[in-house]
């Protein structure tokens, strides 16, 4: 991690953490649970918990932009990773652009006022771009239903205004790893690691969310979660473990319209194993050296809660630092827009 990102993330924990000393003494009864900001904004998971027999039905879409390389925090032009012959630390292709978007369905129950269990599945779509040496280019794609996660949300604290709870779950390898394409140099090659659905792997999601209102028209939160892979996949490679800490203030300007910005701070590392039949020389998508990161993104986003208990939600994510091993594909933007009901 570059030192600018180390200060980044430890500004935003301080932040966090000293706004909560700040509002600690702040008792405020009313939880504000049907406010607009009762719930964090919408790219933020497993931040708030339901009563007792409480069901919540959710959908997300979430478009993520990738245009152009890095290397470390400096951009890298496709022309310096394929040169104009094989040297080391060059590859015949380059990736220049990959959007990809992920739709995921999501339920939420409360067994107790205390325990709320969550289940979410996804379906991903990815398109890749790229140049070769000589000029020409080409784009594969891939699409499917994504890794399956299941969880708790376990309250461990909760005086007036103040919620702390921890979030226990795991993420079954329902997502495909062995996706396949045309490529100009192999009819239905496999493709490299990013644009598989899945990490094959039972990954550990554990994590710990604070949240918290200020007066009656605003709330903060903030959590830590991370993904933790707990063998290899049958492809023979393990995907990095993944670290993210986030903080968000939320204000409401109604009853129903809240605006809110946030911090999102993630590490990811690389990936140990390989697929063999993925050549690491011809694209840095298929070395596992190459996957790496550390980003911290700046959102701004909206949520609406209508009075007949529908809440539509909007957040847009861009970063403001990001340091990849690389060469890599480098994030934009990051778009969710999402829909929750309670019965
Ligand atoms: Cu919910």
Not at 39 to 49: E, F, K, L, Y
Not at 172 to 192: C, I, K, N, Y
Request: glycine share 10%; aromatic share 6%.
């Amino acid at each position: 991690m570059k030192n600018s990102l180390r200060i980044a993330s430890v500004c935003s924990a301080f932040i966090a953490a000293s706004a909560s000393v700040s509002v600690w003494a702040d008792n405020n009864v009313n939880h504000g649970a049907n406010l607009a900001s009762g719930h964090a904004p919408i790219g933020v998971m497993g931040d708030h918990r339901h009563s007792q027999g409480e069901i919540m039905f959710s959908y997300r879409a979430m478009r993520m932009d990738m245009e152009g390389n890095r290397v470390g925090d400096e951009r890298v032009s496709t022309s310096d990773i394929v040169g104009s012959m094989m040297a080391p630390g060059q590859f015949m292709v380059a990736p220049t652009r990959m959007p990809m978007t992920m739709h995921m369905v999501g339920m939420m129950y409360g067994v107790s006022d205390r325990v709320t269990l969550s289940a979410m599945g996804s379906f991903v779509e990815s398109d890749m771009d790229h140049v070769m040496r000589n000029g020409n280019t080409f784009r594969t794609e891939s699409s499917g239903v994504g890794d399956v996660k299941l969880g708790a949300l376990i309250g461990i604290l909760d005086r007036g205004a103040h919620k702390l709870h921890l979030n226990v779950g795991v993420s079954l390898p329902t997502g495909s790893t062995t996706e396949r394409d045309d490529t100009p140099a192999q009819l239905d090659a496999l493709l490299p690691y990013p644009m598989q659905l899945g990490s094959g792997t039972y990954d550990l999601l554990p994590g710990i969310t604070y949240v918290a209102r200020i007066g009656q028209r605003t709330s903060m939160g903030a959590q830590v979660t991370a993904t933790i892979r707990l063998d290899e996949n049958d492809e023979g490679y393990t995907l990095g473990d993944r670290l993210g800490l986030t903080s968000w203030v939320a204000r409401d300007l109604s009853d129903q319209l809240s605006v809110s910005a946030r911090l999102n701070l993630l590490d990811w590392d690389n990936i140990s194993g390989s697929n063999d039949q993925l050549n690491p020389m011809m694209v840095q998508t298929a070395n596992t050296d190459l996957q790496a990161g550390t980003r911290l993104d700046l959102s701004l986003g909206l949520n609406y809660a209508f009075s007949n208990g529908h809440r539509l939600a909007f957040e847009y994510a861009r970063p403001i630092d990001q340091d990849l091993d690389g060469p890599q594909l480098e994030t934009d933007a990051t778009y969710t827009i999402g829909w929750q009901k309670a019965f």
